[in-house]
Nanobody
């Protein structure tokens, strides 16, 4: 039984936008920290963005600052990643993660199955 379910990936042209969603309704709020990671072929998985349960603390990788925005709806136990001004180098499989505290490392207790984002003309 999957605990995290991502959606919203797809093919988009450079400069376009996508909004990823992560349904964590099966998780308790004990695992309230949320993060998005991505992994491109031949590369290590990297943290893209993270947010605490309160939403007061966030993290963005330098490569996405000013273009991506993480948000959450605690009533739905969902987290989102709005991605604007997409670039070909953003192409990767994006993973949602949940844990007890935010981290830029893969120190999360639950992971989604991933959703593919491809930026290409």
């Amino acid at each position: 039984q999957e605990q995290l379910v991502e959606s919203g990936g797809g093919l988009v042209q450079p400069g376009g936008s996508l909004r990823l969603s992560c349904d964590a309704s099966k998780l308790t709020q004990s695992y309230g920290a949320r993060a998005w990671f991505r992994q491109a072929p031949g590369k290590e998985r990297e943290a893209v963005s993270a947010m605490t349960i309160t939403g007061l603390n966030t993290y963005y990788a330098d490569s996405v600052k000013g273009r991506f925005t993480i948000s959450r709806d605690n009533a739905k136990n969902a987290v989102y990643l709005q991605m604007n001004s997409l670039r070909p180098e953003d192409t990767a499989t994006y993973y949602c993660a949940a844990g007890r505290a935010i981290s830029t490392g893969p120190n999360y207790d639950y992971w989604g199955q991933g959703t593919q984002v491809t930026v290409s003309s």
